[in-house]
């Protein structure tokens, strides 16, 4: 048969070949690892995101330490607060849970990055992420709150924030609290574009944050947008964000695509709690080969993209990768 074709298999014929024509590689130095602190003491598994604990601060402390050992340098951190009242007051509280971790995490390990969730949902009876009157979640009046919250947090140690409300404005609030009280080289990011997805339910569990009442949808993203993403983060860039956000991220690797060629900032994915869920009761059934498909799956959001990648699965990839 004399046809002619191209032979892409060539270069796939020896694994030193494949390695080295590789485009994307997975570094223990692209990902970060979200943390739930609570007051209650020991450690608590949450049952939907298998392998997921609530952390006591003295647990956090080993937890910091085992971190280390592996080479996972960067945490997000959330907390689960003693009371919750209308103000989120525990948010911004000296002695907050939160703000209580970072000090013992920068106790354990000084060049720990420590990266805080910003957000008032955990803090309050409504489970909103701002200020509630009626059925109505209020904006400008959250934006204060929020940036107490954010300057709290510095304040504690802390050495980037990430705000996840989805609130208009509170970019520019933090930065302009920040700067301030003097912590102008205070990084931001935002997680600027943040979906109203179903795939947060697990999370919900785990911080004790599903609302009381309504959804999210007046505040997150509807999740059939892609244009309204790149408003959202031109936007917080303008505002003063460092660093742009896409969550979740299994379902919209378009949407880092987006991001990364419109922006030159870092984008942040955020391999959220359903993606992680479903990926370990597939596991548990042994339907999958679980290291395999994450290796897959963070490979596939750093291909669409994303230079950080903040998953469950860090201290899984960690050892993968030694
Ligand atoms: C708080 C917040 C949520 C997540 C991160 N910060 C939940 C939400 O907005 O409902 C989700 C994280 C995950 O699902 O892993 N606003």
Known sequence: ???????????????????????????????MYPLFVTHDAGRHPVLSMPGVEHLSIDEFRREV???????V???????????????????????????????????ENPRLLVATDVCLCQYNPAGHCGIVHGDHIENDESLELLANTALSHVRAGADLVAPSDMMDGRIAAIRATLDANGYLETPILSYSVKYASSFYGPFREAAHSAPSFGDRKTYQMDPANVREALLEAASDLKEGADMLMVKPALAYMDVIRALREEFSVPVAAYNVSGEYAMIKAASAQGWIDEQAVVMEMLTGMKRAGADILITYFAKDVARYLR
């Open 73 to 107: 340098n960067s945490i997000l951190l959330f907390g689960l607060p003693a009371i919750k009242d209308d103000l989120s007051s525990e948010a911004y509280a000296y002695d907050g849970i939160v703000q209580q971790a970072i000090r013992a995490a920068k106790e």
């Open 1 to 31: 048969m004399n046809i002619v074709f191209d032979r892409h298999r060539r270069l796939r014929s020896h694994p030193v070949l494949r390695d080295l024509v590789r485009e994307t590689r997975l570094d223990v130095d692209d990902l």
């Open 65 to 71: 330490n085992e971190l280390s050992e592996l080479g």
